[in-house]
């Protein structure tokens, strides 16, 4: 079956987002559409039109909710946020998808202590948290039509972060090896991380604050750095 693969977009943080998808593209064996949640696209077209939230960390904090939609209620599609880091194949996350569930997700129980998180955005906690960060939809699931643009853009936040157009028996589990989240879980691990989550922020930010994993988001920043200089000089070679 096709994957269409949607990533969060800040305009604040652009670079993240690339190397999010870098990681991706370059572990996985199968072939996949990759977007970007934009806002200003999305504003632009009529498509999301939901007033700025104040406790909304990012500028696609509601935008994923929009995926079926963007699908056409049809096909598999997978979502992330920006800040993942992948270490795995795309397609060994696809073999845990459950049955007939309309959604799989990392099902955590995190509960952080921290009162704020990234660039000094509040942390919030609330039920479900960050089990919408990683979200693999089966979007022609008739549970999905719930999410249409009106609903994404007026729905009160709790309905769409703790997935209650859904049953419970409609979200299959993923191994949380696919949402390893930093600062929650240990920067030991004793399974194969498919994804690295910061979650809190990342080694991106100017910040004195020290994030497990940050060597390696540097050395993928610096292999997506080198590849976008390469594909440049062949374009300038070529023309």
């Not at 939230?53 to 509601?62: C, G, I, K, V």
Request: hydrophobic residues 35%; glycine residues 6%; negative net charge.
């Amino acid at each position: 079956m096709a994957l269409n693969v949607f990533i969060g977009h800040d305009s604040a943080y652009p670079t993240v987002s690339e190397v999010c998808a870098f990681s991706m593209k370059t572990r996985s064996s199968i072939d996949f559409e990759l977007n970007f949640l934009r806002l200003q696209e999305l504003s632009s077209t009529g498509q999301y039109w939901r007033e700025a939230d104040p406790l909304a960390s990012t500028e696609f904090t509601y935008l994923r909710y929009l995926v079926p939609f963007l699908c056409d209620y049809s096909g598999l599609a997978l979502y992330c946020d920006n800040d993942f880091l992948w270490q795995d194949g795309v397609h060994h996350l696809l073999a845990e998808r459950a049955g007939e569930s309309a959604l799989c997700c990392v099902q955590h129980d995190h509960r952080p202590v921290e009162t704020v998180k990234m660039d000094g955005k509040l942390q919030t906690v609330f039920p479900r948290k960050n089990w919408s960060s990683l979200m693999l939809f089966d979007c022609g699931h008739p549970a999905h039509k719930a999410l249409t643009p009106h609903i994404v853009s007026t729905a009160p936040a709790a309905y769409l972060h703790q997935l209650q157009w859904l049953e419970d028996e409609q979200i299959g589990n993923l191994s949380n090896r696919w949402n390893w989240l930093e600062g929650w879980y240990s920067d030991q691990p004793d399974v194969r991380l498919g994804a690295i989550h910061f979650t809190r922020g990342g080694p991106w930010l100017e910040s004195e604050q020290q994030f497990g994993f940050a060597d390696l988001w540097r050395n993928e920043h610096r292999r997506w750095s080198d590849a976008t200089e390469t594909r440049s000089q062949a374009g300038v070679e070529s023309n």
